[in-house]
């Protein structure tokens, strides 16, 4: 079949086997409830839901894909090591984000490549991912997950996107040599590829099972749904194509010795967590944001704030019913009516600063002011980190 | 000091029988005017007056069954001459200067608190009340509406609401008036001092209508509360202008529809201050619209947020963005995420690839964020929308 074409699937399996051997040094363990009475107990819920968040940096920031299974490959594997409390679970998964850009940098200098992500500033980091703790906290806390984790800089970690990137790249390859090529184009397209492995890896169900799995196991998954979008339209023709890459799917399983039992596993988990996705719900565990106003801002946010005392109501088909007026001849001031209360006129003290005449006048805005946060304080840091 | 019996000019006692014509005496005596520009004209008539004044509001708290037949019209006559004048020429600027106080403002507090006493006394009788508050009287009320001096717009708006209630008469009439003033002030002069207390009182009268809505107050909602959002003195009655649209959502939510599209329909295009109002405004209402009302304006309203997001001015985008910092807000747009968040993303997207203001960046961070949790899949291809049309 390949008639004097240069051997692309040949290289693509060296650089396979060289991650297979490296697969299980970078295999994060997680012990994690999914629910906890105890409130020092970090829960899989809390671990997605920091996960969830850094997926969300990386898209504010603007960065491809390897920095978020980097970042999370970090925190796992972190987090197998040590345990850590639900406070500093914001603080490990920034630090983690951050160690990543830093790595993914210099691998990315080192390879001599024309276009190098950025790296976020450290400040901006910490204020945009409310990861409540200090500049000083998230630097400290990177030197300890690179220290615990005896993290390399040339060497990046073998993760799930690693895998898939070389699955798909296998795939392409050994389609052309089928015959397959445009089949499988139609079938499996690159960055929604990328975007469901996301997903997968921001739930810590996929967490235990090998790189290498969820990557073959994501590509089969594709291929299936790609198989019901051809519809039942095929030819036998198509039929006889879409057997030869599944072949070659049973191939690479047993290249990377995966047992079925395994697979079939992995296939269930992933399935769920891609339903749950495409159902388009809303996710269970949500960070609670700080809204940061300006003082000037937030007061009178309200419109009716302003308002001190509301009349009492009159009836549309009625009287306004006014109670008996103390007979002491003494002017009271706490009339009660049958709805609210009423400035009684007699006791109104008019505001006599002129300032405060000029009711709901707006002045100028200038830039905001004071800022307020309503959330929690920056103390952080303990060295209850201690293994 | 209290008192249920009025003393003679020399302080000595004057039998029952003859309580009632010196009442009518003492009320003809305070229908003098004084000048108060001149402070040292006649002080000591003006002392008389005071203590005169200060004798007949304790007399008509106090005492029982002294408001006889013949005193009311006196007692009209009384409050009229002291209260009724013309109001002078003023081109006060309620944003900018400070008001000019009522001079005789001694003699007018207790005219006023006289005033209030009378209709809120016991024995007051509306049968006979009628005949001398009547639509002349009520009318010459509404224009003092116009003065300088916050302190008797206060008494004046206590004292029309005890009028509104008692009179059921006279209802439709100052409905009519009030309606009057507005549509001037909206549509001529945008200038009157009284409009705050006059959608004070008209809250009150809201927050009674009974149900259903007769047509004629939909008008008034549509045809004059709304565009009194047009004005460019807005912030001057802006919380009463709110609790009044409020009080008729809660009457009737079905109005919602037509509110927001008045809104719309008046959104300020130039001044800020008046869009950040505007903001509130809909924060507020927001804070209370039905589900399904919701879904019927989410539209045109969300589109108008995404342009108040990507305001130049400041505030104005911050108050937009903090819109979903409110959970309820939250929560509707998550169940009509299909809707907003499109409408939303690309304004969103813009500023975060680079805004000068950092309190602006943080909110939009959080409403990404926000909608990333909401809707994963549709966030994810809102996302690569927006990048390929970036690229």
Redesign the interface.
């Known amino acids: 079949m390949d008639q004097g074409q240069p051997d692309a699937i040949h290289p693509l399996i060296t650089k396979l086997n060289e991650a297979l051997v490296l697969e299980n040094k970078f295999q994060p363990h997680l012990q994690l409830p999914s629910v906890s009475q105890d409130p020092t107990e970090i829960t899989t819920g809390i671990r997605d839901g920091s996960a969830h968040v850094l997926r969300c940096l990386k898209v504010w920031y603007d960065l491809p894909s390897d920095v978020l299974f980097v970042a999370i490959n970090f925190m796992d594997r972190f987090l197998t090591k040590m345990k850590a409390r639900p406070k500093h679970m914001a603080c490990i998964s920034v630090s983690s984000f951050h160690l990543a850009t830093r790595q993914i940098c210099q691998y990315q200098k080192s390879c001599g490549l024309e276009e190098v992500s950025a790296i976020p500033d450290t400040r901006d980091l910490v204020a945009i991912s409310q990861c409540k703790c200090t500049l000083g906290d998230l630097t400290r806390m990177e030197g300890i997950i690179s220290s615990k984790l005896d993290t390399e800089p040339g060497l990046l970690p073998i993760t799930p996107l690693t895998f898939l990137q070389l699955f798909h790249a296998l795939f392409i390859a050994a389609a052309e040599r089928l015959g397959v090529g445009p089949l499988y184009a139609k079938m499996v397209a690159a960055p929604s590829l990328w975007l469901r492995l996301e997903i997968l890896a921001c739930d810590a169900a996929c967490a235990n099972f090998r790189a290498s799995e969820v990557a073959l196991v994501l590509l089969c998954t594709q291929l299936d749904s790609g198989v019901a979008d051809l519809g039942t339209r095929q030819d036998p023709s198509t039929g006889a194509e879409i057997m030869r890459l599944v072949n070659f799917a049973i191939e690479l399983q047993k290249l990377c010795k995966i047992p079925d039992s395994s697979f079939f596993c992995c296939h269930e988990v992933v399935l769920l967590i891609l339903a749950r996705y495409n159902a388009q719900c809303q996710m269970p565990h949500r960070q609670r944001l700080v809204w940061k106003l300006s003082q000037r801002t937030l007061r009178y946010l309200r419109p009716t704030d302003k308002l001190t005392s509301i009349m009492p109501t009159i009836d549309e088909h009625g009287q306004l019913q006014m109670p008996t007026r103390i007979r002491s001849g003494s002017v009271s001031s706490d009339e009660s009516w049958d709805s609210e209360k009423e400035d009684v006129a007699a006791e109104w003290a008019p505001p006599l600063n002129p300032a405060e005449w000029t009711v709901g006048a707006m002045n100028p805005l200038p830039e905001e002011d004071e800022s307020i946060v309503k959330g929690a304080s920056s103390k952080f840091l303990r060295d209850a980190m201690a293994a | ?3 249920h019996r009025l003393f003679g000019i020399f302080g000595e006692d004057v039998p029952s029988s003859e309580q009632e014509g010196l009442f009518i005496r003492k009320l003809r005596q305070c229908c003098v005017a004084f000048d108060f520009m001149d402070p040292v004209a006649d002080l000591k008539g003006k002392e008389i007056k005071r203590a005169t004044l200060n004798e007949l509001v ?1 007399y008509i ?2 005492g029982r069954g002294v408001l006889t037949e013949p005193v009311y019209p006196e007692i009209i006559r009384m409050i009229s001459a002291n209260l009724f004048r013309t109001l002078p020429p003023s081109d006060f600027d ?3 200067d ?2 000019t106080l009522e001079a005789s403002w001694p003699h007018l507090q207790l005219v ?2 006289f005033f ?2 009378f209709l ?3 024995d007051f009788q509306t049968t006979i009340g009628k005949k001398v508050i009547d639509q002349k009287f009520v009318l010459q009320l509404l224009d003092l509406f116009d003065s300088e001096d ?2 008797e717009r ?2 004046l ?2 004292v029309l ?2 009028i ?3 009179f ?1 008469g006279l209802r439709a009439f100052i409905r009519k008036q009030i309606n009057n003033i507005f549509l001037r002030f909206v549509y001529e002069t945008e200038h009157f001092n009284g409009v ?1 207390e006059l959608l ?2 008209l ?3 809201i ?4 149900l259903p809505l007769k047509s004629e107050h939909k008008q008034f909602l549509l045809k004059v509360l709304l565009p009194l959002h047009k004005v460019k003195c807005l ?6 202008l ?2 009044c649209v ?1 009080q008729f959502l809660e009457k009737d939510a079905t109005l919602t529809e037509t509110v927001v599209k008045g809104l719309l329909k008046f959104w300020p295009k130039t001044c ?2 008046k869009e ?2 505007f903001l ?2 809909i ?2 209402l927001l ?1 209370v619209i039905e589900p399904s009302q919701f879904a019927k304006i989410q539209e045109p309203l969300f589109k108008q947020i995404s342009r108040c997001v990507s305001s130049p ?3 104005v985008a ?2 937009a963005l ?1 819109l979903w ?1 409110n959970e309820y807000i939250m929560s509707l747009t ?1 169940e009509n ?2 809707v907003i968040m499109p409408i939303m993303f690309p304004a969103l997207y813009r500023i ?2 680079g805004h000068w ?3 602006i ?3 939009v ?2 409403v ?3 909608f ?7 966030f ?1 291809e809102l ?2 929308k927006a990048e390929r049309q970036n690229v």
């Open positions: 000091m209290s008192s304790d708290t106090a309620p944003e900018e400070d008001p006023y608190e209030l006493r809120e006394s016991s916050p302190r206060h008494f708006k206590t609401h005890r509104y209630g008692k059921p705050a004070e009182i809250a009150s009268i927050s009674g209508f009974s912030s001057l009655y802006h919380a009463q709110t609790y409020l800020s201050q950040v109002m509130r405004e924060g507020e804070d001015h400041f505030q911050c108050c903090y910092s998550e995420s299909h975060s690839r203001n950092q309190t960046v943080a909110l961070y959080n990404l964020e926000t990333m949790e909401m809707n994963g899949k549709l994810d996302t690569a």
